[in-house]
Nanobody, 119 residues
Framework: QVQLVESGGGTVQAGGSLRLSCAVSGRTFSGDHMGWFRQAPGKEREFVGAIRWSSGTTYYADYVKGRFTVSRDIPKNTVYLQMNSLKPEDTAKYYC????????????WGRGTQVTVSS
């Protein structure tokens, strides 16, 4: 069993920054990936970015490249999403998720943290 707990959401003005955290506990493997997704009201959940736990290799959705950065702190078992140059369209609930190294499925999810960007 894996538990994921997000924090760091809030309200920020356009152009501002926020850093989200995801505390990871439970059974994980070095080959797992940890990712961030978001869901705005009336829209489907979409992929934001992710990191392979062991290597630190990151990958992103095109619409956040250059603005968002995913990182992890192995001793703290925490994943971060640094968001810069925020836009009103980045307003959404942000979720942390784990991708299983064997099945490649995103199999565990946190409850999410709300990010609101005002214009």
């Amino acid at each position: 069993q894996v538990q994921l707990v997000e924090s760091g959401g809030g309200t920020v003005q356009a152009g501002g920054s926020l850093r989200l955290s995801c505390a990871v506990s439970g059974r994980t493997f070095s080959g797992d990936h940890m990712g961030w997704f978001r869901q705005a009201p009336g829209k489907e959940r979409e992929f934001v970015g992710a990191i392979r736990w062991s290597s630190g290799t990151t990958y992103y959705a095109d619409y956040v490249k250059g603005r968002f950065t995913v990182s992890r702190d192995i001793p703290k078992n925490t994943v971060y999403l640094q968001m810069n140059s925020l836009k009103p369209e980045d307003t959404a609930k942000y979720y942390c998720s784990k991708r299983d190294y064997a099945s490649s499925k995103w199999d565990y999810w946190g409850r999410g943290t709300q990010v609101t960007v005002s214009s």
